[in-house]
């Protein structure tokens, strides 16, 4: 089994957050990058978040540069936001 990642660098906020997560199984992967985006980006952890991150699991490790802007602006959302909330808010944003 190889390594997986999660690159919060690929969603701009405000933040400019530059963690990337990487795990040796996609369980252990999914519930970092879930305590990161409650604890720095103010997200609930909601059954929504954890299917968001699913869909950003890549295989492999993170590259050591920063996707850049091109690569962002593509089919990428542009942050993860809490669904299913009356008033979403901006990434990186506490409600």
């Known amino acids: 089994m190889g390594r997986k990642f999660i690159d919060c660098r690929r969603f701009p906020s405000e933040m400019n957050c530059s963690i990337a997560i990487s795990a040796d199984s996609e369980s252990e992967l999914i519930e970092a990058a879930v305590q990161h985006a409650v604890a720095?980006?103010?997200?609930?952890?909601?059954?929504?978040?954890?299917?968001?991150?699913?869909?950003?699991v890549k295989d492999g490790?993170?590259?050591?540069?920063a996707p850049s802007r091109a690569a962002r602006a593509g089919s990428?959302?542009?942050c993860l936001i809490e669904l299913g909330s009356e008033r979403p808010r901006a990434?990186?944003?506490p409600s």
């Not at 490790?61 to 540069?65: D, G, K, N, V």
């Open 40 to 56: 720095v980006h103010g997200h609930q952890d909601t059954p929504e978040l954890r299917e968001q991150l699913r869909r950003a």
């Open 61 to 65: 490790t993170p590259p050591e540069q």
């Open 76 to 78: 990428q959302p542009r």
């Open 91 to 93: 990434c990186g944003r």
